[in-house]
């Protein structure tokens, strides 16, 4: 099973994609290819996160494709695992990191629309996971809509605090 995780050189894709080459996501008994995307000024860091997996030397690991290519990293994946977004920084409201996501979500859905299997699970951690869900969906018609969903416990805890 190809799984993609973006975002995979931050600290919640580092933290990841450990667990999925050691079968705590899919279970003991699937074989992966792990698909990390990252943006270019984190190339390096990727770059790095990739040699670790591949030292670690996880046997249900059976490759890894570290890239800051959408098309690349999309390429055939069955599981996209959407952490990467623009995170909210200080000063900024809720729609500026939105119209940044708008953009990064774009060009990812266009690239699963494209590249991906066709049945191709995605799920959105990155918020605002239920606006980036709907972008992705907007974008990536042909990947069925019940296989598209997303994290929103944060904003679940938010609204009730």
Avoid: W
Wanted: net charge positive; charged share 15%.
């Amino acid at each position: 099973v190809r799984v993609l995780v973006t975002g995979a050189a931050g600290q919640i894709g580092y933290a990841l994609v450990p667990m999925i080459a050691r079968g705590v996501m899919l279970g003991t008994d699937q074989p992966v290819i792990l698909h990390m995307l990252d943006i270019p000024p984190a190339a390096e860091a990727l770059n790095g996160v990739k040699m670790e997996l591949v030292d670690a030397a996880f046997p249900l690991l059976k490759g890894v494709v570290a890239t800051t290519d959408a098309v690349e990293a999309c390429t055939g994946v069955n599981i996209a695992v959407m952490v990467g977004g623009f995170p909210r920084k200080e000063g900024m409201e809720r729609k500026d990191v939105m119209s940044k996501n708008v953009s990064i979500y774009k060009a990812q859905a266009s690239a699963l629309e494209q590249h991906a299997a066709p049945n191709c699970k995605v799920l959105v951690v990155a918020n605002p996971a239920n606006t980036n869900a709907l972008i992705l969906k907007e974008f990536a018609p042909s990947i069925p809509a019940k296989n598209i969903t997303c994290l929103t416990r944060l904003d679940h805890n938010r609204a009730l605090g």
